[in-house]
């Protein structure tokens, strides 16, 4: 399996903060959420913190824009520290939240957060974007590039690309990405894509159980806003019912709406393009992780979707 996460260790993470916090830390304690970032726990001066390493730096500026532009209306981020290079690294330290992250509690438990979670999610709907434009990554301005929501969708997919997903094509000549899987299911995606109305909304990109802090019942963070976008908030809610169906979450987000006299246009359609997008991401993702398991068990639920 292909490494992703930056060769960070214990060691040197440590020797890097007590340079940083001129010897003052102490705890450090490995994070093992997080696909792309390598993340520890620690202290400083009483307080509690996180720091992430990854080799790119442009997810961590994006989250420092978005915190910088948001935090006052009440954007659930923990407050960032520093960003910065160190040892060929990226590096970001924030505030830890209180709490833990979701995804470690027992299923009950995470479904009594269920109520609080789809309030912090109409939360980020009513956030004002002010004088931004654009949809799709936000860039170092706080702007979209692209002019349609469907229009960022078919770039993520293009064949020429920099960074992480440069030549990624040549998976399905040489991994285990099929064609004759991948483009039906784009197709489908885009057709659905259409209907996102033209209102944009700030979209998290991966938002699951994994990024989610609670305290008892309350949600205390949003976190690692790496793949911040402006566009449709299905987004979203497809992320969290493709990783975890059985809380219904988008369902029990309608309702909530609905409660408030709120009706969400195009719903199935749209949530139908979320979970292909994300599905179609897991599938190359997964591929160029050679993780034949993950990638067969997104792939059968991509088909089981395309059928229904």
């Known amino acids: 399996m292909s490494q992703l996460k930056p060769n960070m260790d214990a060691g040197t993470a440590e020797t890097f903060l007590r340079e940083y916090w001129n010897g003052d830390i102490s705890g450090l304690q490995a994070v093992e959420e997080g ?45 960032i520290v520093a960003i910065g290079t160190t040892e060929g690294f990226h590096y970001c330290i924030s505030k830890r939240a209180p709490g833990t992250t979701l995804i470690r509690l027992p299923l009950e438990q995470i479904r009594e957060f269920v109520p609080r979670l789809t309030d912090t999610f109409a939360q980020l709907q009513r956030l004002q974007l002010g004088k931004t434009a654009g949809y799709g990554w936000v860039n170092a301005e706080g702007n979209g590039d692209f002019d349609s929501w469907p229009a960022f969708l078919a770039s993520f997919f293009a064949e020429e690309q920099d960074g992480f997903w440069h030549g990624w094509y040549r998976l399905f000549e040489a991994g285990i990405l099929e064609r004759d899987v991948f483009w039906p299911l784009y197709g489908r995606m885009m057709e659905d894509a259409r209907r996102a109305p033209p209102e944009r909304h700030l ?59 709120v009706h969400i246009p195009y719903f ?41």
């Open 203 to 261: 979209v998290h990109g991966d938002f699951h159980l994994g990024n989610m802090i609670g305290d008892g019942s309350a949600i205390t963070a949003i976190v690692d806003w790496e793949m911040a976008a402006y566009g449709d908030y299905m987004f979203d809610l497809a992320t969290m019912q493709l990783w975890t169906p059985q809380l219904q979450f988008p369902e029990k987000f309608r309702q909530r709406m609905a409660e408030q006299g």
């Open 268 to 308: 199935e359609e749209r949530l139908r393009c979320g979970l292909l997008f994300k599905g179609l991401d897991g599938l190359r993702f997964f591929a160029k992780k050679e993780d034949p398991g993950a990638y067969r068990h997104v792939k059968s639920e991509l088909l089981r979707l395309l059928q229904g």
């Open 35 to 79: 696909e792309l970032s390598r993340a520890y726990f620690f202290r400083a001066g009483g307080k509690d913190y996180v720091v992430r390493f990854n080799h790119s730096g442009e997810g961590f500026a994006r989250e420092l824009r978005l915190y910088e532009s948001y935090h006052r209306q009440g954007l659930p981020m923990p407050r």
